[in-house]
């Protein structure tokens, strides 16, 4: 089996999206896609292009990223939740999922996409 390689990011901050961005690339990941919103990430994972995904919990508009991450388990697709705090509450089905906490490092990222097998 392969390691997962195209990484969908959904958060809804342009600059942490970017700095995200960057860090995949740094990891030799490739972003298959970049969503503000559960319907953009949700027609991004229609695409078929996914190999795992950073979900940030709360988007803007008071969105959250549980059906985003329906969807990812739905297909098989491994993802770890980005939180600021404790989201367990707003995890629903997936509180036992990896967490990738905020501020962002390299290294968390790292460990967050080893944990995914990613």
Known sequence: MTSPKRILVVEDEPLIAMMLEDFLEILDKDVAGTADSVASALALIQTGNVDAAILDVNL??????????????????????????????????????PRLQKPFTMDGVAQALDALGA
């Open 60 to 97: 803007r508009g008071g969105e959250k990223s549980a059906p985003v991450a329906d969807a990812l388990a739905a297909r098989g697709i491994p993802f770890v939740f980005a939180t600021g705090g404790s989201a367990d509450s707003e995890l629903g089905l997936h509180s036992d999922r």
